[in-house]
């Protein structure tokens, strides 16, 4: 395993290199003595992609509103090319420590082109509300709610979904990356709890889900200071999502924790795939989050990144990018055939 993280960013190209960095002076900047956020700051860093109603690179884009109150919609992306047969839709969570970037952001909308572009599924990408304006479990109630919305209107696709005729709900998986892959993962456990009539769960996809704990990990020692992620920073969008005087044994942050119930053995919980990078602060909790559920009884599958710090999907240039892509469509076409 990697002891030098800074060594994996050899290979970033530098113009991507500019933008993490411009994006984390903007994050940084914003921050506040008290806990809050600039967004003024944060939307002047935070550059924004339009929608593509005619394709580009491949792939088309529409929005569709859930509840404008609070900011609730879905960016849909969808492959270009045309096929007769069923596409499997992919319900997805962006990153972002549930505090910052939005759906349509340029690097969540990058993102959910390649992987729609990719796997040759449609890609439902959710806008949720952000911490600390509002904090646990306000995420969980948006993406739930996007799924019973999705649930709700499946017999009326073409008016309010924005969803291909051809977009199969009965092959249907929850993703996400980092904080995402958190609220994938409870998302889903909701979504088990609840009778859905038209959609139906067959896997989810946690990226680098961002969990962790009280106690320190091996990796969170190791890479106190990792690129992109440092565990002071993770510490602070704990604390900023947390309950008011909860620590971050609550369940929401350590599934599998001292302080966690199983909700999960007793469910039909879909087959996971979960994604970590060995130079991730986070890499221990994720190896922990996939040994719970495989405990549990429940179908697991690792792919570990030796070299992967966090985030490095979203460089695709990286040979491991890209071979976390191809993992993720075998895991889909797995799945739905």
């Keep these: 395993m990697s002891t030098n993280p800074s060594s994996t960013f050899q290979n970033v190209p530098w113009t991507r290199r ?14 506040r003595s008290d806990g809050t956020i600039n967004r003024c700051i944060t939307n002047l860093f935070d550059l924004k992609a339009p929608l593509s109603k005619n394709p580009r690179d491949g792939v088309r884009t529409t929005d569709t509103v859930v509840d404008a109150t609070r900011n609730l919609y879905f960016r849909v ?13 992919i319900i997805y969570f962006h990153g972002g420590g549930f505090a910052y970037m939005q759906a349509n952001s340029i690097a969540c909308d990058d993102l959910c082109r390649r992987l729609c572009k990719k796997t040759g599924a449609v890609i439902v990408s959710v806008n949720y509300r952000l911490t600390p304006e509002h904090k646990y479990p306000c995420q969980y109630e948006d993406g739930f709610d996007v799924v019973k919305f999705i649930d709700d209107n499946a017999n009326t696709n073409s008016g309010n ?52 704990g009280e106690e320190r990990t091996d990796s969170e020692i190791r890479l106190a200071d990792g690129p992109v992620l440092s565990v002071k920073g993770s510490d602070r969008l704990w604390k900023m999502f947390l309950p008011e005087g909860s620590d971050r044994d609550h369940p929401a942050c350590n599934v599998f924790g001292p302080k966690s119930v199983d909700n999960i053995s007793r469910l039909k919980f879909p087959a996971t795939m979960v994604v970590a990078g060995g130079v991730d602060p986070l890499h221990d909790s994720q190896i922990k989050y996939y040994e719970g559920l495989k ?19 979203g460089v695709p240039e990286l040979e491991d990018s890209a071979l976390a892509m191809e993992e993720l469509k075998n895991f889909v076409w797995k799945l739905i055939n």
């Design 77 to 89: 992306f969808v492959p270009s090319v045309d096929r007769d047969a069923n596409m499997p839709v």
């Design 161 to 212: 979904l924005n969803l291909p005729s051809n977009a199969n709900l009965k092959q249907c998986f929850i993703a996400g990356d980092s904080a995402g892959g958190n609220l994938a993962h409870h998302v889903a456990v909701k979504a088990c709890e609840y009778e859905l009539r038209n959609v139906e769960l067959i896997g989810l996809i946690a990226i680098q889900p961002f969990f962790g």
């Design 18 to 31: 500019f933008y993490r960095s411009m994006l984390g002076f903007g994050i940084r900047f914003s921050g």
């Design 295 to 313: 405990k549990c009884g429940k179908e697991a599958y690792l792919i570990d990144y030796p070299n992967a710090f966090h985030s490095f999907y």
